[in-house]
């Protein structure tokens, strides 16, 4: 089979709906759109959250509060087990792991959370760590440093 010879099956397209067309279509004369009024004018819409002249829901709600979610600090995470990469006695930075592709983006710093094992001795730095990836750093030898 070729491409030119493709044809779509019976049934599955539909013509187009010819408005305006005289007396037979049946979609003459106001095209159906009705009589008058603003949705039978040519560009006249009303908006998805028109509520008929009502004060729309997004007025009428209270603008108050505030959340420091904008402001807060995000830290790039990574996970003891992916330190297992490095050699014994090498020294990780956040600038190491995103130079490797181990990090996506530093944001405002990394932080070392200790899911998974550590088996190799390393001195890590970063700018915070979990209290279970201080642990297990320094549980087979390695340090830690809080840049």
Known sequence: MKLEQLKSTLGSTKSPK???RGPGSGLGKTSGR???GQKARAGGSVRPTFEGGQTPLFRRIPKIGFSNARFGTRYATINVSDLNKFEDGSTITPELLK?????KQQLDGVKVLGDGT???????KANVFS???IQKIEAVGGKVEVI
Request: charged share 30%.
């Open 18 to 20: 010819r408005v305006g």
């Open 34 to 36: 009705g009589h008058k």
């Open 99 to 103: 130079e490797l592709g181990m990090l």
């Open 118 to 124: 550590l088996d190799r001795k390393l001195i890590v």
């Open 131 to 133: 209290a279970t990836a």
